[in-house]
């Protein structure tokens, strides 16, 4: 998981390296005191940070630098020169180094000593309801941006790196202190008072108070509704029974891996993101994977026909089958019955049949809600002093001004990042384009944009070579992409995209 190791590059601390390796919006790699050092050059001024992201260990240095910006290839984390201090999905600032040039040479003088925020005024007090990545960063964001009143953070369960339990954990190469995003005494060190395992069911907005499943009544002066989705369960005669899981907890995780030990045949029943990482998972695990969905092409709403092909061949090379263009008509101990009549023994069935999003608290309080808890561009909802974000959240694409829902993660963390600040009177219009990544055995998808439909796709480079970038268009726009092994291209693209630079998005598939 971790991309650290040897180390790379000149010895930035000891030997310095020329200046003319680190012309303008330029990087160079190497290190200082047995840690890699990453100089860059931006608007005149040298910076040197860690080089390693903190999310997952990628390399900056094959990153992409933008203004003060330096953004990862693996999961589009940023990273600011001036500070080190990160956006999601990494948690944490990268350290910051003194660097001197003198003489055509830079050099790194030592450490940085982080500056705590400047104070900032803001509600009362604030309450987050949900504690997945959005509401997590949310608290994390309003003390990174100097808050210093109360914050409460209610859970059903604590933080925790959910796309990991698809894919590395459910594989079984992930180890299980991987999985929080925060150990316990770090809530305690920024003094969020946490409310995990416990589940809030109204909340009133006129009066700033919320009721939890005990009885307790909270007050808030803010409320950020970071409540998520629920995955959807089999609506089939046995899509209740036990060994019929579905994947969204660490807890769902845990209990298919506990079903996939005792027996060596799954059904997963869903052929997109989630199911199709499990099929992945369950196979490193040596399981018996058959997979079941209407759709006639893996994933073929969002990724196209051509990659959706690609993701099907390569789970196929790894054993898996498919049985598109059906689906389950009864479940029980033993099989799965499909409607075509086959009949499909499974000692676990996992089902990846989409999600609906957690919008009973909002609807109850009368908030505006369609098919999502309606945001404006500020993340705030039609009740004053309360904000949503994250898969629950439906809020206005700038792009092409239509109300979307996104399931992603990166997109969870930074809404609620700027929902957090916006309480804090940042009154910044959520911009951020779309990202997210999926991973299936060695071959990993990153996916740039916002194609709610498109009408034709252009494949450019070479897909089964893992080597493409795929443009997803509605009539002559770009509304996305998708690239296979070309993380630099899906990050230029990113870039491409916030400029509403479309010349730059049409030469990224030349
Ligand atoms: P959630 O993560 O759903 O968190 C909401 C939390 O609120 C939950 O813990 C819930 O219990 C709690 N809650 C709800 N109602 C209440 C209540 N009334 N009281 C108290 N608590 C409540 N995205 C990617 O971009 N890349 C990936 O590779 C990827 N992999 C994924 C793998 C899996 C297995 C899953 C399930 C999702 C994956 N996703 C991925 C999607 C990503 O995880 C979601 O977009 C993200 O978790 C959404 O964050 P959220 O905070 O909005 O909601």
């Not at 608290?361 to 993340?379: C, K, N, W």
């Not at 990166?410 to 997210?436: C, H, I, S, T, W």
Request: glycine share 12%; net charge neutral.
């Amino acid at each position: 998981m971790s991309g650290g190791g040897e180390l790379k590059g000149p010895d930035l601390a000891s030997e310095g390296a020329s200046s003319a390796e680190v012309a303008e919006g330029g990087m160079l790699l190497g290190h200082a005191q047995g840690e890699a050092v990453l100089i860059a050059r931006s608007e005149g001024k040298l910076y040197a940070i860690g080089a390693s992201c903190t999310h997952y260990g990628g390399p900056l240095a094959e990153g992409v630098l933008s203004g003060d910006r330096v953004r990862c290839p693996w999961h589009h984390a940023q990273f600011c020169l001036k500070d080190g201090s990160s956006r999601a999905p990494a948690l944490n600032p990268v350290p910051c180094w003194k660097v001197e040039e003198s003489a055509g040479r830079v050099r790194v003088t030592g450490k940085v000593e982080p500056k705590p925020p400047a104070r900032r005024e803001g509600p009362e007090s604030v309450v987050i309801v949900g504690a997945g990545p959005a509401g997590n960063v949310a608290a994390e964001a309003l003390r990174a941006n100097g808050y210093e009143g109360p914050i409460t953070l209610i859970g059903g369960e604590s933080p925790v790196d959910r796309p990991n339990l698809s894919k590395d954990y459910l594989a079984g190469t992930a180890q299980a202190e991987w999985i929080p995003l925060r150990p316990k005494e770090f809530y305690q060190e920024k003094r969020i008072e946490c409310l995990f395992g416990a589940r809030v069911t109204r909340i009133d907005p006129a009066a700033r108070s919320l009721t939890l499943q005990d009885g307790k009544t909270v007050r808030f002066g803010a409320l950020l509704l970071a409540t998520g989705a629920e995955a959807n369960r089999l609506q089939v005669p046995g899509g209740d029974l036990p060994h019929v899981r579905t994947l969204r907890s660490l807890a769902d995780s845990d209990a298919i891996i506990a079903r996939a030990a005792k027996g060596k045949r799954a059904v997963v029943v869903g052929a997109s993101f989630i199911g199709l990482e499990a099929a992945a998972s369950l196979r490193a695990r040596g399981v018996e994977v058959h997979v079941v969905a209407p759709e006639s092409v893996p994933a073929e709403r969002v990724l196209g026909r051509e990659l959706g092909g690609l993701l099907r061949k390569v789970h196929e090379e790894h054993g898996v089958v498919f049985h598109l263009g059906d689906v389950p008509a009864s479940i029980d101990e033993r099989e799965v019955v499909l409607k075509s009549g086959t009949r499909l023994p499974a000692d676990v069935v996992v089902a990846g049949v989409g999600v609906r999003p957690g919008i009973s608290l909002a609807e109850q309080a009368g908030l505006t809600v369609d098919r999502g808890i309606v945001v404006d561009e500020f993340l705030r909802t039609s009740a004053p002093a309360v904000w949503a974000a994250g898969d629950v959240a439906r809020i206005p694409d700038p792009r092409t001004g239509q109300k979307v829902r996104i399931e992603h993660w990166v997109v969870a963390e930074r809404q609620a990042e700027a929902a957090a600040k916006n309480m804090l009177g940042f009154n910044q219009p959520y911009r951020d384009v779309p990202f997210f990544w999926t991973n299936h055995y060695d071959l990993a998808v990153n996916y740039v944009g916002h194609a709610e439909k498109f009408d034709s796709v252009q494949v450019a480079g070479n897909l089964h070579g893992r080597d493409a970038i795929v443009a997803y268009r509605e009539g002559s726009a770009i509304r996305a992409v998708a690239t296979v092994g070309r993380d630099r291209a899906a990050l230029e693209a990113e870039l491409a995209f916030e400029q509403g630079d479309d010349a730059a998005l049409e030469r990224l598939l030349r």
